[in-house]
């Protein structure tokens, strides 16, 4: 059982957006951990999405953005396209447990 | 181009030893922390170890702590996780990957492929 909580699973139709939350506690998001998202496609590694919150690495497309507020975070995809079905895991770090932790990921598809 | 290739990885009996190493390329190895991060099955992510950039500073989640060994050879390039009393738990891909910063929570910027280890 993950520390941070994501939905197991979430679905959108081509061209919508999709939110994807990630809700912790006041040990790890709320005690003010920076959070990050990865995007995991199919047989592949995992490839940093969005970190510090809210900054996107050159080259993913700013359809993607990150927001966090409290012990929450969220990653919006806005213009949903087939090749964004993938794992999303949100990753931040817990000071209770001392390490760096990942919410349980989002399997998205896309309808 | 930052690139990271991961071996070692193979079909191990429980109770046994194994070493994964880590060649990273396209970047200056030593300037940056490293981390070791897990993938049973099926599952999601966990993250095992971390280590700094000159090797003094070592972080393990409690699952591997006094098992799993995490080091580093900056002239050679290379890291290395040398794991210990392996179990069927340990059965994952495990990945390497970058910290651009060594702060606690730091993202981890670039992956490799990852290394199959079946306990």
């Known amino acids: 059982q993950s520390v941070l909580t994501q939905p197991p699973s979430l679905s959108g139709a081509p061209g919508r957006r999709v939110t994807i939350s990630c809700t912790g506690s006041?040990?790890?998001?709320?005690?003010?951990?920076?959070v990050h998202w990865y995007q995991q496609l199919p047989g592949t590694a995992p490839r940093l999405l969005i970190y510090?919150?809210?900054n996107r690495p050159s080259g993913v497309p700013d359809r993607f953005s990150g927001s966090k507020s409290g012990t929450s975070a969220s990653l919006a995809i806005t213009g949903l396209q087939a090749e964004d079905e993938a794992d999303y895991y949100c990753q931040s770090y817990d000071s209770s447990l001392s390490g760096w932790v990942f919410g349980g990921g989002t399997k998205l598809t896309v309808l | 181009e930052v690139q990271l290739l991961e071996s070692g990885g193979g079909l191990i009996q429980p109770g046994e030893t194994l070493r994964l190493s880590c060649a990273g390329s396209g970047f200056t190895f030593a300037d940056y922390a490293m981390s070791w991060v897990r993938q049973a099955p099926g599952k999601g992510l966990e993250w095992v170890a971390v280590i700094s950039g000159s090797g003094a500073g070592t972080y393990y989640a409690d699952s591997v702590k006094g098992r799993f060994t995490v080091s580093r050879d900056n002239s050679k390039d290379t890291l290395y996780l040398q794991m210990n009393v392996l179990s069927t738990d340990d059965t994952a891909v495990y990945y390497c990957?970058?910290?651009?910063?060594?702060?606690?929570?730091?993202?981890?910027?670039?992956w490799g492929q990852g290394t199959l280890v079946t306990v």
């Open positions: 990957a970058r910290c651009p910063v060594l702060e606690f929570g730091a993202e981890f910027d670039y």
């Open positions: 510090g919150n809210t």
């Open positions: 006041n040990s790890n998001i709320g005690a003010n951990y920076k």
